[in-house]
């Protein structure tokens, strides 16, 4: 039995797609979501649950501690075949984990990637993965959209920090660059079967980018769409965007604390444009078998 699983992270991303082959089942992962939520360890629960001893592909779609810091609950437990991955290893200078904040966890972020580094993990960077297809028996998952590493602002600020002997203000600097470039930097994946869109994972890109994937590829019309930065903020969506994409249903991975009033009429303007049934992951797992 096929099924995608957007998992309940809070305000956080973490998907899920185990796959039956003629080889034997497969798993993804996109997004691991924070390295906890309310005192629990989602991504690692639900794969020990599921019986997945081994991932053979996960995607950190961008650098942010909301979509990697699961994968630090997988050290020492479930090893990962491959992994696309924006950027490697970071050992930030020590001054500059601080001004993250300890929230950020990418001291865990180094961990991770020595956890990778014992798993012989194969990284795979975006110039690897832009526009490929990753094929699971009949079934595709395709990355839409990426830049080249070098064009990558919070990937080379990201870089620059960890040099030795930064100025206070070139870091701040750097800091500024990293968080504003961030999310625009976050790839987008689809996930096909047979002809079909099965799924749509923005993580947070912006708008502008759906956009080009549309002009670029014409239709798509994913069953399934998980809404890009939690339903929050201007630029990650629009009206325009949903009528073209017009999923089945539409996911937002989110918590009751960023989820009131005014962020729901939003979404449900969004999911009404589309024409989409709308699930909230602070109700539960979402999950679709196909």
Not at 14 to 21: A, F, G, P, Q, S
Not at 83 to 94: N, Q, R, T
Not at 188 to 204: C, F, P, Q, T, Y
Request: proline content about 3%.
């Amino acid at each position: 039995m096929n099924g995608l699983h957007i998992l309940r992270v809070g305000r956080a991303d973490c998907t899920v797609i185990l796959l039956d082959t003629l080889q034997g089942r497969r798993s993804i992962v996109i997004d691991a979501g924070g390295c906890t939520y309310q005192g629990r360890t989602p991504l690692l629960s639900f794969l020990k649950a599921n019986r997945v001893g081994k991932i053979d592909l996960a995607v950190l779609t961008h650098l942010h501690q909301d979509h990697f810091g699961g994968f630090f609950q997988l050290i020492g437990q479930i090893p990962i075949e491959k992994m696309a991955v924006p950027c490697g290893d970071l050992v930030f200078d020590k001054r500059v984990y601080p001004l993250f904040g300890d929230r950020e966890y990418y001291r865990e972020y180094h961990q991770i990637f020595s956890y990778l580094a014992d798993c012989k993990t194969k990284l795979l960077f975006p110039d690897d993965y832009a526009g490929r297809t990753f094929q699971f028996g009949e079934f595709g998952l395709r990355c839409l959209f990426t830049k080249a590493s070098t064009q990558m602002e919070s990937v080379l600020c990201a870089k620059l920090l960890c040099r030795r002997g930064l100025s206070d203000s070139e870091i701040a600097e750097l800091l500024e660059r990293h968080k504003q470039a961030c999310n625009a930097d976050s790839s987008i994946w689809g996930l096909w079967h047979g002809g079909e869109d099965v799924a749509l994972l923005s993580g947070d890109s912006t708008d502008d980018n759906m956009r080009r994937i549309l002009d670029q590829t014409g239709t798509l019309r994913p069953i399934v769409q998980k809404l890009s930065h939690h339903g929050l903020g201007d630029g990650y969506f629009s009206m325009e965007t949903q009528a073209r994409l017009s999923p089945k249903i539409l996911v937002v991975s989110t918590d009751p604390l960023h989820c009131d009033e005014t962020v729901k009429k939003r979404i449900s303007a969004l999911s009404k444009a589309g024409n989409s049934k709308l699930y909230y992951t602070c109700q539960g797992d979402f999950s679709y078998v196909f």
